[in-house]
C-alpha cells in the first residue's frame, strides 16, 4: 500500500513564499511519476505540476509557470512544491499524486489518470 502524506501549508500573504513536502511510503518512489493538484471551493481539482520519475523533466500548468517549482529525492522518497510570488488565487487544497506510467515521462494531467492520492493540505494567500 502506497501513502502519501503532504505538509508544509498555512496562510501566506500576497507575494510570500511556501514550501509543500509529500512524503511517500514504499521502497518503489524512483518507479512512479510524482505531481501536485489543487482545488479550490467550488472549483474541480487542476493539475499544477509533475516530475519524471528521474527528476530530470517537469510538466506545471500555465497559472503557476515561472512561479512554483517541483523537485524530488529519490533517497528521501519526498517530492516538493516551491510556490513563489503566491497570489490569493492559489488558495486551494493541495494534494500529492504518485501515476504509474508504462511509457513516456509524464503522463496525462487528468485527476483519474493518477493511482494514489495525499489527504491534501490547505494554502490560503491573503491579500
Known amino acids: 500500500q502506497v501513502q502519501l502524506v503532504e505538509s508544509g501549508g498555512g496562510l501566506v500573504q500576497t507575494g510570500g513564499s511556501l514550501r509543500l513536502s509529500c512524503a511517500v511510503s514504499?521502497?518503489?518512489?524512483?518507479?512512479?511519476?510524482m505531481g501536485w493538484f489543487r482545488q479550490a471551493p467550488g472549483k474541480a481539482r487542476e493539475f499544477v505540476g509533475g516530475?519524471?520519475?528521474?527528476?530530470?523533466?517537469?510538466k506545471y500548468a500555465d497559472s503557476v509557470k515561472g512561479r512554483f517549482t517541483i523537485s524530488r529525492d529519490n533517497a528521501e522518497n519526498t517530492v516538493y512544491l516551491q510556490m513563489n510570488s503566491l497570489k490569493p488565487e492559489d488558495t486551494a487544497v493541495y494534494y500529492c499524486?504518485?501515476?504509474?506510467?508504462?511509457?513516456?515521462?509524464?503522463?496525462?494531467?487528468?485527476?483519474?489518470?493518477?493511482?494514489?492520492w495525499g489527504q491534501g493540505t490547505q494554502v490560503t494567500v491573503s491579500s
Open positions: 516530475i519524471s520519475r528521474s527528476g530530470d523533466v517537469t
Open positions: 514504499g521502497r518503489t518512489f524512483s518507479s512512479y511519476v
Open positions: 499524486a504518485a501515476q504509474i506510467l508504462r511509457t513516456g515521462v509524464i503522463g496525462p494531467t487528468t485527476p483519474n489518470a493518477w493511482e494514489y
